[in-house]
């Protein structure tokens, strides 16, 4: 059997997203796993109803606490030995994902299913399904704990 030597996460920093992540983190345990946890911002949803200067100004709100929640997640792993990278991007959350885990050419993506946020809700099927339907990686659901 091959070594996984990439497992993507992606969050939306809801319940099922961090149970996914704590999957990922067991999984990355038994070798030298590279665990990179992302997170998409998607620019519609701050920018819908309001003028474009205050819809970038919510834009670069959501990106800084974003960073600084990825930042905490990483250290978090981290102290457990594990090897661990982040990335924010922006854009359609799906395809982000899927676009993300072939640029790593992730052996693994683990996220959350049925997290409710308001990208899942904007989705039909959901956004694992999406991912699911699109990746050219194994993806693997997690409900929340």
Do not use: N, Y
Not at 2 to 30: E, H, N, W, Y
Not at 64 to 79: D, G, H, N, P, V
């Amino acid at each position: 059997m091959a070594r996984v030597q990439t497992i993507l996460v992606p969050t939306d920093f809801s319940g099922a997203s961090r149970s996914a992540l704590v999957v990922a983190r067991r999984m990355a345990k038994s070798g030298r796993t590279v665990l990179t946890i992302l997170h998409v911002v998607w620019p519609a949803t701050s920018r819908r109803f309001l003028d474009t200067a205050i819809g970038d100004q919510i834009a670069a709100q959501e990106r800084k606490w974003a960073a600084a929640e990825l930042a905490r997640m990483a250290a978090q792993a981290r102290i457990q030995g594990l090897d661990v990278r982040t990335m924010l991007l922006t854009g359609d959350p799906a395809r982000r994902i899927v676009a993300a885990a072939t640029r790593l050419q992730a052996d693994f993506v683990v996220m959350g299913a049925r997290g409710q946020t308001r990208f899942s809700k904007l989705a039909p099927g959901g956004m694992a399904a999406r991912v699911i339907a699109t990746s050219s990686c194994p993806v693997v659901t997690v409900r929340e704990a």
